[in-house]
């Protein structure tokens, strides 16, 4: 079988082996080794690309990127406001094309303005360079060629620049394919492990520092631990923190540790100067925070025994907005039950994505190795596509049901219109606090929140207002618009919101006061409780 003239072979064979050495941790692949063992399940190099490998982020040649190329794409279609919208994302292009980026590159990306296929590869350069190429050697007899008609050209021979380097331009000279430029992350963990965790805070530390990161990403981390649960690691009391790089030629990170004194990790300012230090240490073109500890819903998280203090729902995004970032690319927690509303309505303009549990979270949480080895070897590494393998890698790493949920929060604005929408056809439908009641009764419960999802179709199931009906499907549609990823049973689709068994007025006013403003929930809530 012949291989099409943009698959390099020997590229994507080193690629895949690299991929493999990140996540396996069985055995040292090799080019070789990875072709015989494609060979053993009768796949050539080409055909496992086309049926597994760009679905895993690998890329078919070395001139292009998947992230880098959905990118441009995606600030080509912000630029020209393509169905009336500036504001697409990473997430909605691949909504919209399902299937392999450099697909779509093959078929549209490449005889479009302003596209590349990476950053080390540029289309329009080398038309250009093509069209001077074609004059000065007078090509079919003209020396006028311009880019556009060379653009034309290579559609009609079905080459684009990438296929036409690969075959012929190399070899003719006239260009030179620049060095990929791969943006920098930084991947932030603030752990607050000064309680009953502390054991497991210091085996995800571990499992940061095992972990064999690219050049391109640093991992910090902030660990406060506890006195009395754990005397591993030196039995150390106070406060580190640690920078973890790339080690050449090593299966670990790198670690530079510096100490600090005991830290109230439940303080406000206090994680304010984590991000502060984490991200002007490391200078990444993305960066991402992650909350460990307990969770608690509306309640917020990171418990200090120490201090007797936590950070609340909204004290995260006053952290961050009080900060020198001002705001971050992502923001996961490894937390329990922080997948809720309440949570991404506070972080709605601090962050970009939101990952988090509608559940409890195991004690051993988020698998650090897994998750790092896999990213640093990504193709996708957009905000987006970190929270895909976080998702991923979680569920991956246990063999019980987990919930975990990567939210776009660009489209929480739709869920909060749809659920106003909600409550104002409510008051007009007819439709009885009883049937609210009995939805939320039905709906799938963790601890005092109910997955947003399950309980609008559990109103569908119950109305008898078609009305009430399609407003329900409107929250529903949203709420699967804003879920990037998720893992769970299937009553778990990605968003709860805080419904506990009894009244609550405190919330209405207090926790809870400005997202039942946004929503006019207020008499939702009510209808229900008194129910």
Not at 280 to 304: F, K, M, Q, R
Not at 398 to 425: H, Q, R
Not at 462 to 474: F, G, I, P, V, Y
Not at 479 to 496: P, Q, W
Request: proline fraction near 1%; glycine fraction near 8%.
């Amino acid at each position: 079988m012949a291989t099409d003239s943009w698959f390099d072979t020997t590229s994507y064979l080193a690629a895949k082996a690299a991929k493999l050495n990140a996540t396996s941790g069985v055995m040292t692949w090799t080019a070789a080794s990875v072709q015989k063992a494609f060979a053993a399940v009768g796949l050539t190099a080409e055909e496992h690309y086309n049926l597994y490998g760009w679905k895993e982020g690998l890329s078919p040649n070395t001139y292009f990127n998947q992230s880098e190329y959905i990118a441009s794409k995606v600030a080509k279609l912000n630029s020209e406001a393509y169905a009336g919208r500036t504001d697409w994302t990473s997430a909605d292009f691949q909504t919209l094309w399902s299937g392999d980026p450099f697909r779509h590159y093959l078929q549209y990306g490449a005889y479009e303005s302003g596209i590349n296929p990476s950053s080390g590869f540029n289309d329009a350069t080398y038309y250009a360079a093509k069209a001077t190429h074609m004059n000065a050697v007078a090509y079919g007899g003209r020396t006028d060629w311009t880019s556009s008609e060379v653009s034309a050209f290579f559609q009609q021979c079905g080459l684009t620049p990438i296929s036409h380097y690969m075959q012929y331009g190399k070899n003719e000279g006239f260009y030179t394919p620049g060095t990929t430029t791969t943006s920098t992350w930084a991947i932030n963990a603030y752990m607050c492990a000064d309680n009953n965790l502390e054991a497991y805070g210091l085996a995800d530390a571990g499992e940061m520092k095992s972990a064999s990161l690219a050049e391109n990403i640093t991992v910090t981390y902030q660990l406060d631990r506890a006195e009395g649960y754990s005397t591993a690691d030196g039995d150390w009391t106070n406060t580190q923190r640690v920078v973890l790089t790339e080690a050449a030629g090593a299966s670990q990170s790198s670690a530079v540790t510096t100490s600090l004194a005991e830290t109230d990790m439940g303080s406000v300012s206090t994680l304010t100067q984590y991000i502060n230090w984490s991200t002007s240490t490391t200078d990444a073109d993305y960066d991402a925070l992650i909350l460990w500890d307990h969770g608690g819903g509306v309640s917020g998280c990171c418990w200090d025994d120490s201090s007797g203090n936590n950070l609340s729902v909204r004290d995260i995004s006053t952290a961050i907005e009080s900060s020198s970032a001002k705001h971050l690319d992502l923001v996961a927690f490894d937390c329990c039950e922080m997948g809720i509303l309440d949570q991404a309505y506070a972080l709605r303009n601090d962050t970009d994505v939101m990952v988090a549990s509608e559940d409890d979270i195991p004690e051993d949480g988020y698998d650090y190795n897994g998750l790092l080895s896999t990213f640093s070897q990504s193709s996708d590494q957009t905000s987006s596509g970190l929270a895909k393998v976080m998702v991923e890698t979680y569920d991956e790493s246990y063999t019980e049901t987990v919930t975990l949920s990567a939210l776009d929060l660009s489209k929480i604005g739709a869920v909060i219109s749809a659920m106003s929408n909600f409550d104002t056809v409510w008051d007009s439908s007819g439709v009885s606090a009883s049937v609210l009641a009995q939805a939320e009764t039905a709906s799938q419960r963790y601890a005092d929140n109910i997955d947003l999802v399950d309980f609008m179709e559990n109103v569908v199931t119950l109305s008898s207002s078609s009305a009430l009906d399609n407003a329900a499907q409107r929250v529903i549609t949203a709420v699967e618009g804003m879920v990037i990823a998720s893992c769970g049973g299937s009553d778990a689709h990605g968003l709860t919101i805080y419904m506990p068994d009894s009244a609550d007025s405190s919330y209405l006013s207090g926790t809870g006061a400005s997202l039942v403003a946004a929503t006019g929930w207020s008499d939702i809530y009510s209808a229900i409780w008194s129910a």
